[in-house]
T-cell receptor, first 113, second 111 residues
Framework: DAMVIQNPRYQVTQFGKPVTLSCSQT?????MYWYQQKSSQAPKLLFH???????NEADTPDNFQSRRPNTSFCFLDIRSPGLGDAAMYLC????????????FGSGTRLTVV | LAKTTQPISMDSYEGQEVNITCSHN???????ITWYQQFPSQGPRFIIQ?????VTNEVASLFIPADRKSSTLSLPRVSLSDTAVYYC????WGAGNMLTFGGGTRLMVKP
């Protein structure tokens, strides 16, 4: 089945140690998004790619970066994780302009120790 | 962007019909209304989408009045497995249209 896959499901990293989360999709969707979701809160958009065009949300910290080497893959890099970055990170895709919903991955739960 | 307002939480019992209402007073002409379901430790899952009147699929119905300033997600005969957070989103999908998740409604279904 076509889907959005996030690896790993659980990631533990040390305070200040760079970490990369990955997302892949078999849907061939143009747009890929990264959301941060903290406990008992709604998902918050960090940034998205429309094809190769990167779009950052104004309040996304510089500590968060993203790469999209091809249509299928997108990475979230956290350069120096702090305790406040512990959260579920969700990747989503959509087909672009038009009436379509998001398809989400299962998320990566990041713990910072 | 149209802001949405939902009840923070709702309780129900198995077999009952549950209606969750979302207010979106400043919805734009081109905006669609979409509902997502999220279980703990999983990504949100699309439930239903509509523009006006009523939409029904195999899991839910969506009622949208003529003024479109609110919408109601109806879950028939809920079971324990429907316990989840339900999010209402309003907007036009696609790059450049940043859709924002509101607070969501935490539905607890009891036996």
């Amino acid at each position: 089945d076509a889907m959005v896959i996030q690896n790993p499901r659980y990631q533990v990293t040390q305070f200040g140690k760079p970490v990369t989360l990955s997302c892949s999709q078999t849907l061939n969707h143009n747009v890929m998004y990264w959301y941060q979701q903290k406990s008992s809160q709604a998902p918050k958009l960090l940034f998205h790619y429309y094809d190769k065009d990167f779009n950052n949300e104004a309040d996304t910290p510089d500590n968060f970066q993203s790469r999209r080497p091809n249509t299928s893959f997108c990475f979230l890099d956290i350069r120096s994780p702090g305790l406040g970055d512990a959260a579920m990170y969700l990747c989503a895709t959509s087909t672009g302009p038009g009436v379509n919903g998001y398809t989400f991955g299962s998320g990566t739960r990041l713990t910072v120790v | 962007l149209a802001k949405t307002t939902q009840p923070i939480s709702m309780d129900s019992y198995e077999g009952q019909e549950v209606n969750i209402t979302c207010s979106h007073n400043n919805i734009a002409t081109n905006d669609y209304i979409t509902w997502y379901q999220q279980f703990p430790s999983q990504g949100p899952r699309f439930i239903i989408q509509g523009y006006k009147t009523k939409v029904t699929n195999e899991v839910a119905s969506l009622f949208i009045p003529a003024d479109r300033k609110s919408s109601t997600l109806s879950l028939p005969r809920v079971s324990l497995s429907d316990t989840a957070v339900y999010y209402c989103l309003v907007g036009v999908w696609g790059a450049g249209n940043m859709l924002t998740f509101g607070g969501g409604t935490r539905l607890m279904v009891k036996p």
